[in-house]
């Protein structure tokens, strides 16, 4: 059947931070967020990308040569993004692995046998499948298919969600879901919209919605400084919560490991420059999620 489906851009197994468990985590390319301190900058575009790890570079020059697009400096040996069609030759000609493919296509089949090799990690330690992103949500179709045949063998499955998909469309694959992360942002839509390039209008109402009809939900909140630890928007985030009967938030301090993977991909790339707060300020802020009424989670 011929349906919508991403390029898979890693599989990471015996994963212990992705839901309960041990557990296997699909991370599909694609998402209509482009939040400026992605942890996963490879994740953001649709169609697969190379990426150069110039500090294996022998200076050979042969992907340089081989290039159909001219699209390689020859002396940086750095890509024009613009120019590069991901043909994969210079990853193929490179001896040295100092430019990886990040995207391949993988039929549903070919995806439910891998997903099934960890079977026994799963069942001994109560873990699963975890899928991420990019945005899982945005091939419902796809997502579907997979989720159906690994239900057959009891699987539990997490969904990690940005919250922007078509709930309508997602609502017919509940049934095979055991778990979804869902992030919040910000709750300003304007300032929403500076730092991930969307209004958040969707994502409220998607998690208004699944709210009711879907229990196992775990909010989650990329703390990240000056743009949403001030004690104003936190308050804000604890009532919009509140009303909607949710007691609990997971939060996840902001680190910077997304800048290095960003300028493998394109070394022109705007690095997001902000210093992961200290252990006083983290603590500071469990403490105003507290005082509103909300049961802060953190992961060190
Ligand atoms: S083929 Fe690999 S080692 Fe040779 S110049 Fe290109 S990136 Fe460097
Ligand atoms: S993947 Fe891009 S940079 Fe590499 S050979 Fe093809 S067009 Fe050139």
Redesign the pocket.
Same mark, same amino acid.
């Given at each position: 059947m011929d349906r919508p489906t991403p390029y898979i851009f890693d599989i990471q197994r015996f994963s212990i931070h992705d839901g309960p468990g041990i557990r296997t985590v699909l991370f599909t390319k694609s998402c209509p967020l482009k939040c400026k301190w992605c942890q996963n900058p490879e994740s953001q575009k649709s169609k697969p990308e190379v990426g150069f790890y110039f500090e &294996?570079?022998?200076? !050979? &020059?042969?992907?340089?040569e081989i290039c159909p697009t001219n699209a390689i400096d020859p002396i940086t040996?750095i890509s024009n993004y613009a120019a590069c069609i991901a043909c994969g030759a !210079?990853v193929d000609? !490179?001896? &040295?692995d100092?430019?990886r493919m990040i995207g391949q296509k993988m039929s549903e089949q070919e995806i439910i046998t891998e997903l099934l090799k960890d079977i026994d990690f799963y069942s001994d330690s109560e873990g699963g499948i975890t899928f991420s992103g990019g945005e899982p949500f945005i091939y419902p179709e796809f997502l579907g298919g997979i989720l159906k045949e690994l239900k057959k063998q009891k699987i539990h499955i997490n969904i990690e969600t940005c919250g922007q998909f078509d709930f309508e469309k997602v609502a017919n694959i509940l049934p095979f879901i055991d778990l979804i992360y869902f992030d919040i942002k910000h709750l300003d839509s304007q300032i929403h919209k500076e730092y991930t390039v969307i209004a958040n209008e969707t994502i409220l109402s998607n998690f208004g919605k699944l709210i009711t009809v879907f229990e196992n939900i775990q909010v989650r909140i990329p703390l990240i400084p000056n743009v949403n630890d001030d004690k104003e928007h936190i308050k804000a985030v604890c009532d919009f919560l509140l009303k909607k009967g949710h007691k609990l938030v997971h939060l996840l301090p902001y680190h910077s490991m997304g800048n290095s993977k960003a300028i493998r991909i394109d070394y022109k790339a705007e690095i997001f420059k902000v210093k992961p707060h200290t252990k006083e300020e983290l603590n500071k802020i469990k403490s105003q999620f507290s005082e509103f009424g909300i049961n802060p989670i953190t992961y060190d």
């Open positions: &294996n570079c022998q200076d !050979c &020059n042969k992907c340089v040996k !210079c000609i !490179c001896e &040295n100092a430019r």
